[in-house]
């Protein structure tokens, strides 16, 4: 009888953790990626200043674990910012914990940042920002850790404060749609770096339930 009701009583916590606050129903979410057998990265923009880009792709020179990493050296020949990316949709709501690791080259004068794009349904904004950066060589492997969903709901709030009138962080759903690359620095900076072992893993809303939900958000914006 005893197991009979501990039975139950996990059941109903497995229940629980299906929904969240609003009563929406949960999925589990996992996205990894080691560069090991692929190279999903892309060139995403530029601030249309000229840089150069001696190399970008997958290489065997360092690696976190196993044999292989995402190498970007660059050089930003008028200055300013360009920056490459993972694609990636999910919605930035629920639990959801990102992790990766980035090794700074000791030929680095510019700097390297690790992190998000963000888009604001049904706003058409966006944000692209990082977890951190690094202006310096780092000479080991560093720990990247960010709450993706805190991280969207700041800039949610920074967003429409700016640009969306009478709309809050709160009005709106979060997607991320980008793992950033981001390289910036004056003109002549250069910068090398590696990215390995990136994990984004937690727990997210059902697209229709999530479509849903975003349209209540925004109803008191439309009226």
Not at 52 to 75: P, V
Not at 91 to 104: D, I, N, Q, T, Y
């Amino acid at each position: 009888m005893l197991r009979k009701i501990a039975a139950g009583l996990l059941l109903y916590g497995v229940f629980l953790l299906s929904l969240n606050a609003s009563g929406s129903e949960m999925k589990p979410f996992l996205y990894t990626q080691d560069f090991e057998e692929s190279d999903p990265v892309i060139f995403s923009e530029s601030d249309g200043k000229k840089y150069t880009a001696n190399f970008n792709g997958i290489t065997e020179e360092k690696a976190f674990s196993g044999k292989k990493s995402y190498k970007l050296d660059i050089i930003l020949d008028e200055g300013g910012y360009a920056y490459w990316h993972i694609p990636i949709s999910v919605p930035a709501e629920g639990k959801l914990k990102f992790s990766g690791r980035m090794l700074v080259g000791e030929e680095t004068t510019g700097r390297a940042g690790l992190g998000a794009n963000i888009s604001f349904l049904p706003t058409g904004h966006c944000a692209t920002g990082p977890f951190v950066k690094h202006e310096t060589a780092t000479k080991e492997w560093k720990l990247v850790e960010a709450n993706i969903v805190s991280f969207a709901k700041s800039a949610a709030d920074n967003v429409t404060k700016q640009y969306v009138w009478e709309a809050r962080g709160e009005n709106v759903g979060s997607y991320m749609l980008r793992i950033s690359f981001l390289l910036t620095g004056a003109a002549g900076k250069k910068v090398v770096v590696y990215f390995d072992d990136i994990k984004i893993e937690g727990e997210v809303p059902s697209e229709e339930a999530y479509q849903a939900e975003i349209k209540k958000r925004w109803a008191p914006v439309k009226e």
